[in-house]
């Protein structure tokens, strides 16, 4: 089965230009999550959805953050306009349908997108 | 709020040595335990799990982790580490929501 995929692997852009990273979670998944990861904030959950409804997007940055989930098998985050400080690796990661707790099992996580903002 | 510390943020060992990285979290309900593991330049990946049952859980690559619920830990152990341990290893926790609880990471640098 092909994983989490993550697109563009690389995505190098100048700042003020709009940036559209994308995911196709796992068949079957119905739990969707997107992270950024830096040397110096660690790993920081942005939002996530849940049957493609976005549940908690209290981790956006900023306004300049949007995601969306229009089907279940596709969902985008977009930055309008970048900034340099959005320089970092977005992760999407996704979720079976949860046994035991709900909603509870191990996430699957993307490659990647390292976003370079100059 | 829940909350994951994960005690140590660098750890350097050499090869053959043992390993223990602490983990502990802030939750006094029932949890889904997790390790994950994230080598150089690629994406997290899953060590191991606890759900429920047997508190020792086995893992890939020879990884251990002990659920002590007096405690609030979840350490990981590993008896003889070797160079490609190398890698940053995230302690995680969920409560029953969606969202999952990412600790900051610790980084290992195992020396050949």
């Known amino acids: 089965d092909a994983g989490v995929i993550q697109s563009p692997r690389h995505e190098v852009t100048e700042m003020g230009q709009e940036v559209t990273l994308r995911c196709k979670p796992i068949s079957g998944h119905n739990s969707l999550f997107w992270y950024r990861q830096t040397m110096m904030r660690g790993l920081e959950l942005l939002i996530y959805f849940n049957n493609n409804v976005p549940i908690d997007d209290s981790g956006m940055p900023e306004d300049r953050f949007s995601a969306k989930m229009p089907n279940a098998s596709f969902s985008t985050l977009k930055i309008q306009p970048s900034e340099p400080r959005d320089s970092a690796v977005y992760f999407c990661?996704?979720?079976?349908?949860?046994?035991?707790?709900?909603?509870?099992?191990?996430?699957?996580f993307g490659p990647g997108t390292r976003l370079t903002v100059l | 709020a829940q909350s994951v510390s994960q005690h140590n943020h660098h750890v350097i060992l050499s090869e053959a040595a043992s390993l223990e990285l602490g983990c502990n979290y802030s939750?006094?309900?029932?949890?889904?335990l997790f390790w994950y593991v994230q080598y150089p330049g690629q994406h997290l990946q899953l060590l191991l799990k606890y759900f429920s049952g047997d508190p020792l859980v086995k893992g890939i690559k020879g990884f251990e982790a002990e659920f002590i619920k007096s405690k609030f830990s979840f350490n990981l152990r590993k008896p003889s580490v070797q160079w490609s341990d190398t890698a940053e290893y995230f302690c995680?926790?969920?409560?029953?929501?969606?969202?999952?609880?990412f600790g900051a990471g610790t980084r290992l640098f195992v020396k050949a």
């Open positions: 995680a926790v969920n409560a029953g929501g969606f969202k999952t609880i």
């Open positions: 990661a996704s979720t079976p349908r949860g046994r035991g707790l709900a909603g509870g099992n191990e996430q699957f």
């Open positions: 939750y006094g309900g029932t949890v889904n």
